[in-house]
């Protein structure tokens, strides 16, 4: 039975009806959407807009249906929404007293409502697993910090650096993402009920009282922005598909690390997958999958953004579109999330070969011109003068560890304290400033990394 078919005198085509149709999807807010509408009978009785004996009789109907699909004893289907489901099933449950729900209420303010239900869960959810994530990134860095590897840049070996330092540079990326989703979720966190479909209700509503049983810190001030706008989706998208585009570069990342040509680290048994015809083969499957969902991610936010684009005020049912990509986008999320941090939990990290690999590329040139910058040489012209030098090394089959100091004299006033400074581990030790990789320096951040975990 549809909830507007008085209006109709034939019925919809089958086509159309299905074309509407959004109970395949939106299904999956039934919890939500009950949950709402035990707050909105809550109040109506309480307001005196029906009888408080009514409202018992529908809430504790709404508490059995909820249960018996929890329970698997009643399948959703043949209705138009969810919303038009539950109320059909109270309605054939309890009878006439059931149509009295829906008082001062619309599906445009209901359907607000559940979403931001949903979404308000979802971003606890997609919250904890990026702290997880961090967690994980802090105690790996935690052992790693005197684990010494190039750091690039362009992909070249720039100076030496930690694998923790590179490792927390994510856990900032990520703690960025956890506090995009906590200022989404904050947006989201507004009560819509009493809104109606664009004009709100001249019933006596409390409002207040539904956001307080439903537990949100405030009500939507507008009723037409209320029922017409999805931004609050569109921030949880926006967060997603930031979230995602950090796993997907670190997915990238491991990828590389895990070739022949790197072995930084070698992803295990558990985590890899395997070639049908090549023996040999042990593949980083998941990082490329996540580094290809998040594809699916940006496609929701682009998605959203298009629908909301030219839609006039106030409900639209280009809204309905919401849905089906939020759901895949916090599907993949989860997903993502989850498994990126198993990974990188059973990852073992070659450290004689991040080592080894420090010693290639020049990556103490640096500070080879910060030596002779600190004897006076102006730093523009110590960084000629080294230039020069690798040149020469480059001719001559040597790096700057294997020059001797007769060869290093023939350059500038270089003494034996270059070899020295030129080791890897010096150049990382005196590297305190907030920010560097100093292992001093890299403690300091982790634990500021785990205190600010706890206020996200
Ligand atoms: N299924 C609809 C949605 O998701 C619910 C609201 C329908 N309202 C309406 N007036 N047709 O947006």
Redesign the pocket.
Known sequence: MKLWSGRFESETDKAADSFNS?LAF?KRLYRYDIEGSIAHCNMLGKCGIIPEAEAKLIVDALEIIRKDIDDGKLEIKDA????SFVENELVSRIGAVGKKLHTGR???D??CLD?RLYLRDASKDIISLIKALILRLTDISERNTETVMPAFTHLQKAQPTTLAHHFMAYAEMFSRDAERFAQAKNRIDVMPLGSG?CTSTAYPIDRKAVADYLGFHAVTANSMDAVGDRDFVIDFLSAGAITMMHLSRFSEEIIIWSSDEYKYVELSDKFSTGSSIMPQKKNPDMNELLRGKTGRVYGALMNMLTVMKGIPLA?D?D??E??ECVFDAYDTLKACLGIFTALLGDMTINKDKLRKSTDGGFTSATECADWLAAKGVPFRDAHSVIGQLVVYCIKNGKTLQTLSLDEYKKFGPFDESIFDAIKPENAIARRTATGGPSPSAIKAEISAMRKKLDTV
């Open positions: 959004s939106d138009e929404d969810i919303h619309s599906r445009n209901q359907v979403t479909a409900y049912k809204m309905q919401d849905k």
